[in-house]
C-alpha cells in the first residue's frame, strides 16, 4: 500500500520535474535544440530523479517498514506477549520498536496479573463449590458460569442469559424479600446483597440457597452486579427432618444479627430457646414416627408464631430456637411468646392421637448487651431449664441463674465421685404406731457426708441428682444398700424399709428388672420393701406410670405415695393405683394445731385414704400435741422428730427394741 503511494508521488514527481525540465532547458536551448530532443532529455533527466528519489524512499522507509511490519505482523499472528521485536533487523525503527517492546512488557505483565488473578478467583470458586453470577445492569443480561447451572439441574448446554432464569426461579413466598434485598444494595443502602432463598431445581423440587453479590457503581449509579450461589441444603445448613434452619445456620445469622444490633440501637434483637414439656414421654408411650410428625407440625406452627426475617432453628431432639429480628418494643417480643405458647399449647391432631403439649421458653431479649454471640445461646438455654424447673411457661435470663448452674455442675462432679468415695451413707427414720408407741417400719434416708463442707442436705444435692440423670445410678446403689442391710438383719429386727424413688427411675424403661435383680441379689423377700413415689412423677405420665406399678405390686412390693397434697393433686387416680400408703406432706402437719383449714384437710385425706383402704402416714410429727389430734382423727401411723430423727442402722434397730409405749425418741 505504501510501496504504492511512494510510486504515484514518483510518478507525480517524475512528471512535475520532466514538465518543468522541458519549459526551463526550452527557455535557453530551444534554437539550438529541436523539440523532439528536448522532450526525450527532460523525460530522462526527470526519470532519473524520479526514480532515484523511488530508490531512496524505498530503501530508506519502504523496506524497513515492510520488515517492520511483517515482523510485527508475525507477532500479532501468533498473539504471544513474550515475544520481542529484534531492533537489529530493522533500521531505523529502534525507537518506535523499543516503545513497543516496553508496552508488549507491560501487556505481558498484565497479562500474567491477570491470569493469576483469574486462576486464584477459579480455584476459590471451585473450593467453595458455589455458582457464580455477573448481571450487566445496562444491558440487563447475566453470565451464569456452568457451577451454577449445574446447581439448579440445568446442564451445560443451556443458555441462559436474562436475570428471569434466577428470579423467575424464586419460590413465591421468598420473592418479596429477595426483591427487598436486592433493591436495598442497589439502592446504597447495604454494603452487599444477601439473601437466602428457595428456588425451583429442574426436578421440581425447592433448593434452599444463599445468594450473595456486590454492584459496581458508576457516576453513583449501579452498572453491574456479579456474586454467588450457596447450595446451603448440601452444606448442612438445614435440618432434614424439619427443614429449619439448623445450628450452623441459626449460629450464621446470630452472629449477623448481632453486628447489626450493634449499629442500630432502635430495633432490638431476642432470642428465645425453646424445649417441648413431655417429648421424650410422647416419642416413648406413641413411638418415634408420631414423635417426628409432632416435630414437624411444631415446626410449621413455630414458622407461622414469627415474621418473615425471624428465624426458627431446630438444634435436635425437641430443642428449637427462635431468633427475632427488628423488635420494635418489649410488648412485640411480648406478643410473639404469648403467640408461640397458646400454638404449642393448643391440640396437636397425629395420626388419630390427640397430642396435648405445652413448652418452656427461655428468653434473651436483647442480644445488644452481649461481647459476643458465644454466650448468647448458652444463657438462654440456662433460662430454658429455669423455666423447666420452676415450672414456668418462660423465664427472662438474668445472670444468677449462671451461676446457679455453675455451682450445680460443681456440685455434680463431687457427687459422682462421692459414691466412689464412700462419703454417701443411709440412715434410716422410723414409722411408728401412733396407738402402741412401736416402730412399724422405717424409711431409708441418704446422707452425704463432704470432707469439707460437712453434711449437704438430701434436699441440696438430691435435685441436683435428678437434673443431670445422677439419680438413676444414685437410686440403684441406695436401693441395694437399704436391702442388703436389711437381709443381714435378724428376721424380726426391723421388718420393711421404705425407700425413696425418684420420678427419673421410675420412667426408666427397665426399672421393674433392675428390681427384681436387686431383690434376688440381696435375697430380700419383695413384701419386706416398700417404695415412695411423689405425686408429681406420676403426674408426668399417669398412664404409663400405672401399668409400672401394677408390675410392681405384682412382684409384691409395697407402694407409697409421698409427699401427698404437694403436688398437683388429681384424686382421679388415687383409686386407679395400686397403693398401701398415703404420706401427707409435713406441711399440713405443722400448721394443723393452728390452722383448721390445714386441720380439716389432714381430717378430708385421712378419711379418703382409710376408704381407699390404704394406711396414712402424717409426716414431720414433732409435738405430743400433733400425735394426739392426729390419734382423734383416726391416724393410726405417723414420722417425724417427736419420734427419732433420722439414724444409723444399728441405732434404729435399738429403737425398735425398746418396749411398747415408750418414747422413742434418741
Ligand atoms: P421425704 O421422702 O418426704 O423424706 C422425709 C423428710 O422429712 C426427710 O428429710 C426427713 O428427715 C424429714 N423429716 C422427717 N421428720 C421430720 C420432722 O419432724 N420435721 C422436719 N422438719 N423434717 C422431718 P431429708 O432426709 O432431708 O430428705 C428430704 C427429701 O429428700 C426426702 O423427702 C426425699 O424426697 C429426698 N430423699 C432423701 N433421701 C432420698 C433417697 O434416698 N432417694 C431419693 N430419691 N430421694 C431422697
Ligand atoms: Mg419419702
Ligand atoms: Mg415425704
Known amino acids: 500500500m505504501l510501496g504504492r503511494k511512494a510510486l504515484v508521488f514518483c510518478s507525480v514527481v517524475f512528471a512535475l520535474l520532466s514538465l518543468g525540465l522541458y519549459f526551463a532547458i526550452a527557455q535557453f ?3 539550438y535544440i529541436d523539440k523532439p530532443s528536448l522532450l526525450l532529455m527532460s523525460l530522462v533527466l526527470g526519470g532519473s530523479v524520479s526514480a532515484a528519489l523511488y530508490l531512496f524512499i524505498h530503501k530508506t522507509f519502504l523496506e524497513p517498514y515492510k520488515q517492520f511490519k511483517s515482523q510485527f505482523d508475525a507477532l500479532a499472528q501468533t498473539g504471544t506477549v513474550s515475544d520481542r521485536l529484534t531492533s537489529s533487523e530493522v533500521a531505523g525503527y529502534s525507537e518506535l520498536e523499543e516503545s513497543i517492546n516496553r508496552l508488549l512488557e507491560q501487556v505481558e505483565q498484565t497479562q500474567k496479573d491477570l491470569q493469576q488473578s483469574e486462576t486464584r478467583y477459579a480455584i476459590a470458586a471451585a473450593g467453595t463449590n458455589d455458582g457464580l453470577w455477573d448481571w450487566d445492569l445496562k444491558t440487563d443480561e447475566v453470565y451464569y458460569s456452568a457451577r451454577w447451572k449445574n446447581i439448579l439441574g440445568l446442564g451445560n448446554g443451556v443458555q441462559a442469559t436474562t436475570p428471569d432464569t434466577w428470579l423467575n426461579r424464586i419460590h413465591k413466598d421468598d420473592q418479596a424479600r429477595v426483591e427487598e434485598n436486592l433493591k436495598a444494595h442497589l439502592a446504597g443502602r447495604t454494603d452487599w446483597f444477601e439473601s437466602e432463598h428457595r428456588i425451583l431445581h429442574e426436578s421440581g423440587t425447592y433448593l434452599w440457597v444463599l445468594t450473595r453479590g456486590v454492584a459496581i457503581w458508576q457516576d453513583q449509579k449501579a452498572i453491574r452486579i456479579a456474586g454467588s450461589l450457596t447450595d446451603m441444603t448440601k452444606r448442612g445448613y438445614f435440618d432434614p427432618l424439619t427443614d429449619l434452619p439448623n445450628r450452623n445456620l441459626l449460629e450464621d445469622r446470630l452472629e449477623h444479627a448481632f453486628e447489626k444490633a450493634k449499629r442500630d440501637s432502635q430495633r432490638k434483637v431476642a432470642l428465645l430457646f ?3 414439656n413431655r417429648f421424650k414421654i410422647i416419642n416413648d408411650s406413641l413411638g418415634h414416627h408420631i414423635g417426628d410428625k409432632l416435630l414437624q407440625e411444631l415446626a410449621q406452627r413455630l414458622s407461622l408464631c414469627v415474621r418473615s426475617g425471624d428465624t426458627v432453628a431446630r438444634l435436635g431432639g425437641d430443642e428449637f430456637v427462635i431468633l427475632l429480628e427488628n423488635l420494635e418494643s418489649d410488648a412485640a417480643l411480648m406478643h410473639i411468646v404469648d ?3 397458646r400454638y404449642i399449647c393448643s391440640d396437636f391432631k397425629i395420626e388419630g392421637h390427640h397430642i396435648v403439649n405445652s413448652s418452656s421458653l427461655g428468653i434473651i431479649p ?9 454466650e448468647i445461646l448458652r444463657n438462654a438455654d440456662i433460662a430454658m431449664y429455669h423455666a423447666k424447673n420452676s415450672k414456668l411457661s418462660y423465664a427472662f435470663f438474668d445472670p444468677t441463674m449462671h451461676k446457679h448452674v455453675v455451682a450445680q455442675q460443681k456440685l455434680e462432679i463431687e457427687l459422682r465421685s462421692a459414691l466412689n468415695k464412700g462419703e454417701l451413707h443411709l ?3 422410723p414409722i411408728v404406731s401412733l396407738n402402741e408407741a412401736s416402730v412399724d417400719s422405717y424409711e431409708a434416708l441418704l446422707r452425704w457426708k463432704h470432707p469439707v463442707k460437712g453434711y449437704i442436705l438430701p434436699s441440696d444435692f438430691i435435685p441436683v441428682a435428678e437434673e443431670t440423670g445422677l439419680i438413676v445410678p444414685l437410686g440403684e446403689w441406695i436401693l441395694r444398700e437399704a436391702c442388703n442391710e436389711l437381709q443381714k438383719q435378724q ?12 420420678g427419673k427411675q421410675l420412667a426408666q424403661p427397665d426399672l421393674l428388672e433392675r428390681i427384681t435383680i436387686i431383690l434376688q441379689d440381696s435375697g430380700l423377700k419383695a413384701n419386706r420393701l416398700k417404695l415412695e413415689i411423689t405425686e408429681s412423677s406420676i403426674i408426668e405420665d399417669p398412664e404409663r406410670i400405672s401399668v409400672v406399678l401394677h408390675q410392681l405390686k405384682a412382684l409384691g412390693v409395697q407402694l407409697c405415695l409421698d409427699d401427698f397434697g404437694t403436688g398437683y393433686s388429681s384424686l382421679s387416680y388415687l383409686n386407679k393405683l395400686p397403693l398401701d400408703v398415703l404420706k401427707i406432706d409435713r406441711s399440713f402437719i405443722q400448721d394443723m394445731v393452728s390452722d383448721k383449714r390445714s386441720l380439716a384437710l389432714v381430717r378430708t385425706i385421712t378419711d379418703m385414704a ?8 402424717p409426716e414431720g410429727i414433732e409435738s405430743l400435741e400433733q400425735v394426739t389430734l392426729l390419734q382423734s382423727l383416726n391416724c393410726h401411723y405417723g414420722q417425724g422428730f417427736y419420734f427419732s430423727r433420722p439414724v444409723s442402722f444399728d441405732e434404729a434397730k435399738k429403737l425398735k427394741q425398746k418396749p411398747k409405749g415408750s418414747t422413742l425418741t434418741v
Open 427 to 429: 440412715v434410716y427414720q
Open 610 to 617: 382409710t376408704e381407699l383402704d390404704m394406711k396414712v402416714v
Open 274 to 276: 425453646m424445649d417441648l
Open 366 to 374: 436483647d442480644i445488644a448487651g452481649y461481647p459476643d454471640t458465644s
Open 29 to 31: 536551448f530551444l534554437p
Open 339 to 341: 403467640r408461640i405458647q
Open 491 to 502: 428376721p424380726n429386727d426391723i421388718t420393711t424399709v421404705s425407700v425413696n424413688l425418684s
